[in-house]
């Protein structure tokens, strides 16, 4: 028997990385032996096996066939005659096919070495399109590694563009595809992981709200960079910049998802996107079962990220609305969250990055002079239900207002 260290650790250790997982494949091993060692068996298609101590992951080494289409269409075979050599044959990416062995030594029989120092994501042979899941995990890893300055090779994104026209994207369900896009949204370049998408062809298939949004003009004066898909990439990108939190980021995504369903004949306006977008979050939540923390602030800030723009402008009532919508007083991270994402859809745009965004302070602000104004501070006799309700937004407004009054006002 012997043990390796595989995979993404072996790769991060080469890069000065920290190392957020091990992976382990064992050679020259039976299930039984395994067991016999403490080892827990956990799965179901091939054998894969937990420490009794560390709780690591250790694989038998294995070899797959494709036998059907899509990402579960595989035999796998698993037994001591596999070699290490084949087992790393069978893997995505040439970073991600080396081992280290007991002693410390480099097992890099694709070159993944080679690749690492010429910062390039590359298949490790033609298998590699017989797994549609890869389409989806070399965007992520671009999108991880895409502040180190890593690529594509050519020669696999021609690879993934031939499987999306082969069908094989149609094939991922939706719990992987979600996945691997929770997980690309908590990578440093979230958009580069849409943009690979984009560049081979699958965003059209597994986003198509997304793909909808490039080529579709906006109003030049309040969008320099013209084009819906552009902005929707810088704002993501601000996103990034603003909040490690997915589900702000997830909200700047999809927050104008409206504008690529606008009638082209009142182009470059989107009356009403808003509401578009709303319905198509829903579509997308219930498509790829997204949960629903997710669907809930991305549906928010698609109302009402206009509103949110023009704080400086509202009236004392709107204002009050838009800090009732955000259930403000209940759960103010909800609305941080809210405004996290307003500020990068606001400063993602071409010339806005790096302006101040006061319209947040503006709302905040309000929703914590307006959240001081309880109903047992008010005089609520003979009245019930709905009448008490009105009495208290009616205060918070008047408290609003009289707030503006005195900003408008100035130092005295």
């Given amino acids: 028997m012997e043990i390796y260290l595989v995979g993404g650790a072996v790769r991060d250790r080469c890069l000065g990385l920290p190392v957020r997982e091990k992976d382990w494949v064992v050679t020259e091993a039976t299930p039984e032996e395994m067991l016999r060692l403490g080892y ?45 050599a084949q087992d790393l044959q069978r893997r995505d990416l040439t970073i991600n096919a080396m081992a280290v062995d007991s002693e410390g030594k480099l ?40 502040d180190a300055g890593f690529t594509i090779a050519e020669e696999t994104m021609e690879l993934m563009r031939g499987m999306v026209a082969d069908g094989e994207a149609d094939a991922l369900v939706a719990e992987r595809i979600w996945q691997e896009t929770h997980t690309a949204l908590l990578e440093s370049r979230p958009q580069v992981f849409f943009q690979v998408l984009r560049d081979c062809g699958a965003l059209a298939v597994l986003f198509p709200e997304l793909e909808a949004l490039f080529g579709v003009p906006q109003n030049p004066k309040w969008h320099p960079e013209i084009d819906c898909g552009v902005h929707m990439m810088m704002a993501l990108q601000l996103a990034a910049r603003l909040s490690d939190d997915p589900v702000v980021r997830f909200a700047v995504l999809v927050h ?71 259930d403000a007083w209940r759960r103010p991270q909800r609305l941080e969250d809210f405004l996290t994402a307003c500020e990068a859809d606001y400063r993602g745009r071409k010339g806005y990055t790096e302006r101040a965004y006061p319209q947040a302070d503006r709302v905040r602000n309000m929703a914590q002079l307006s959240g001081g104004i309880a109903a047992d501070t008010l005089d609520l006799d003979g009245l019930k239900g709905d009448e008490i309700g009105a009495r208290l937004s009616a205060a918070r407004c008047r408290a609003i207002a009289d707030a503006l009054k005195k900003q408008a006002a100035g130092p005295r």
Avoid at 268 to 295: C, D, F, T, W
Wanted: charged share 30%.
């Fill in 256 to 326: 104008d998802l409206g504008k690529g369903t606008t009638p082209k004949d009142e182009l470059p306006r989107h009356i009403g996107h808003e509401k578009r977008s709303v319905e198509l979050i829903l579509e997308m939540g219930a498509r790829l079962r997204i949960p629903n923390a997710y669907q809930g602030l991305a549906r928010l800030v698609a109302q009402w990220h206009g509103h949110c723009h023009r704080a400086m402008e509202l009236r004392p009532a709107t204002l009050l609305k838009l800090i009732e919508a955000t």
């Fill in 107 to 146: 097992i890099d029989p694709c070159g993944g070495r080679e690749d690492l120092e010429k910062k390039k994501l590359r298949h490790v042979s033609a298998a590699f399109k017989e797994d549609p899941v890869r389409l989806l995990r070399v965007a992520r890893f671009a999108a991880r590694f895409a």
């Fill in 40 to 84: 827990r068996q956990v799965g179901r298609e091939f054998p894969v096996f937990i420490h009794p101590e560390t709780g690591e992951e250790y694989a038998l080494a294995r070899t797959e066939r494709k036998t059907a289409p899509g990402y579960k269409g595989f035999k796998v075979h698993a037994s001591p005659e596999v070699t290490l």
